[in-house]
């Protein structure tokens, strides 16, 4: 049960409500709230959830899982997987940061490197080391060719 809770969309939504919680009730006076940070928090949920539709689209097209702690059926270099290796995780950092200029969590902001740094170590790397023991050579090519993030 704790292994099916521990999937990034689960964080993505524990940051999300930590970023709530403080705009409600810890903001100190402190805003960025204007029509450009409206309209910013817009285009990167927006953003987000574009990027995380096509991965898993991808990941449909070519029948594989989408389930980080399991190891993929093949590896899926095509399509936006051919700009990043990591997506979905681009997606939820995005759809992150909109949130929190959207709740005008302005100390929040200090989330965003502590949830970049827990994909990688919880999601990212794991996944990576079961990719270069299940495809080798592809992976390293692969590896060697497109970016971790962007």
């Known amino acids: 049960m704790k ?26 006076g402190l805003s960025l709230a204007s029509g450009f940070t409206d309209l910013l928090s ?5 953003g987000g959830v574009v990027l995380v539709v096509l991965a898993i689209a991808e990941f449909r097209r070519h029948r594989t899982t989408v389930l980080p702690h399991e190891t993929p059926s093949s590896l899926v270099q095509t399509g936006i997987f051919k700009r990043s290796r990591n997506p979905i995780y681009v997606g939820d950092v995005l759809i992150l940061a909109g949130l929190i200029l959207r ?23 794991p996944e990576e080391n079961r990719m270069r023991r299940a495809f080798r050579t592809d992976f390293a090519r692969y590896e060697r060719q497109t970016r971790r993030w962007i």
């Open 3 to 28: 292994r099916k809770l521990d999937i990034p969309p689960a964080w993505l939504v524990a940051f999300a409500v930590l970023a709530w919680l403080q705009a409600n009730y810890a903001s100190f």
């Open 42 to 46: 817009g285009l990167l949920i927006g």
């Open 103 to 125: 709740f005008d969590a302005v100390l929040s902001l200090v989330l965003m490197p502590v949830f970049v740094w827990i994909l990688e170590r919880r999601f990212i790397v």
